[in-house]
């Protein structure tokens, strides 16, 4: 879906910062002579909006970069825990936020595993910063597609405007 706000922010007006309905969570590694576990997502720790609908995961090779876009009505609940390193980039967009223009800039992965969810409305982004490809879990709380894959996919893809505003680099 593609879904061009009505007015976007001038770059300069971001202000660092918290996003509100943004949830950033340690992943812990609980290791053994057999290797190690993590729980990525647990009922008691989200509210039921929420809850994953499907996860997937995907693999991003160093330097590469996905995003900017936000969704309408998704929210995406992405893993980081490694093998790389990622640069997560998030910035508010929801206009009844008391955080929007506010812009969140997070490392992630396997030397700072976390869990983060992303609200609908929230933009972002996310590079691989490190040498090696980089796994990356998401259990968003709607089906790609919808049921049966027949809807239109529910992302603004800041990423093919060359002028966006929404940018990795500070």
Request: aromatic content about 10%; charged content about 30%.
């Amino acid at each position: 879906m593609q879904i061009m706000p009505e007015r976007e922010p001038a770059a300069a007006q971001f202000k660092r910062g918290q996003i509100r309905d943004v949830v950033v969570r340690d992943v812990r590694k609980f290791v053994d002579e057999r290797g190690w576990l993590a729980e990525l997502f647990r009922h008691d720790e989200l509210e039921a909006e929420y809850f994953p609908a499907m996860c997937y995961l995907s693999s991003t090779e160093p330097g590469v970069q996905r995003g900017p876009h936000e969704h309408v009505d998704q929210a995406d609940y992405f893993v980081f825990i490694g093998p790389s390193n990622f640069k997560l980039r998030l910035w508010d967009n929801r206009r009844d936020s008391e955080t929007y223009n506010h812009v969140m800039t997070l490392y992630v992965g396997a030397d700072n595993p976390k869990a983060v969810l992303v609200p609908k409305g929230v933009v972002h982004a996310y590079r691989n910063v490190g040498s090696a490809a980089g796994i990356v879990i998401n259990c968003p709380n709607r089906l790609y597609m919808g049921e049966g894959k027949r809807e239109e996919i529910d992302e603004i893809r800041h990423e093919d405007d060359p002028a966006t505003i929404y940018r990795m680099e500070d």
